[in-house]
Nanobody
């Protein structure tokens, strides 16, 4: 069982940056990790994923070039660096872990463990 705790959310002006962290209670070296977000009145959506076998990454189209997902297996932590933030990035951001064969997953249904979320608010 993996427990995930997100941190790093907050209020930022448009164009600013935040770095989210996701600390895992156990080893995640063989878990695919992902970030999702959910805005008020909307469904949860995929943001980014990173595999464990070759550290491949995959991003939702609207965040490509602005967000970067990375992992530090020694610290059992995954990060989401968010630059050039826009008001439409406002959402609760969730970290997720999947028992996997190494690749990336963009479907929420493939993930086995979820954090409680951290709020990101981007003001215009």
């Amino acid at each position: 069982q993996v427990q995930l705790v997100e941190s790093g959310g907050g209020l930022v002006q448009a164009g600013g940056s935040l770095r989210l962290s996701c600390a895992a209670s156990g080893r995640i070296s063989r878990n695919t990790m992902g970030w999702f977000r959910q805005a008020p009145g909307k469904e949860r959506e995929f943001v980014a994923s990173i595999g464990w076998s070759d550290l491949s990454t995959y991003y939702e189209e609207s965040v490509k070039g602005r967000f970067t997902i990375s992992r530090d297996n020694a610290k059992n932590t995954v990060y989401l660096q968010m630059n050039s933030l826009k008001p439409e990035d406002t959402a609760v951001y969730y970290c997720a872990a999947a028992d996997s064969y190494g690749g990336i997953y963009y479907s929420a249904g493939r993930y086995d463990y979820w954090g409680q979320g951290t709020q990101v608010t981007v003001s215009a």
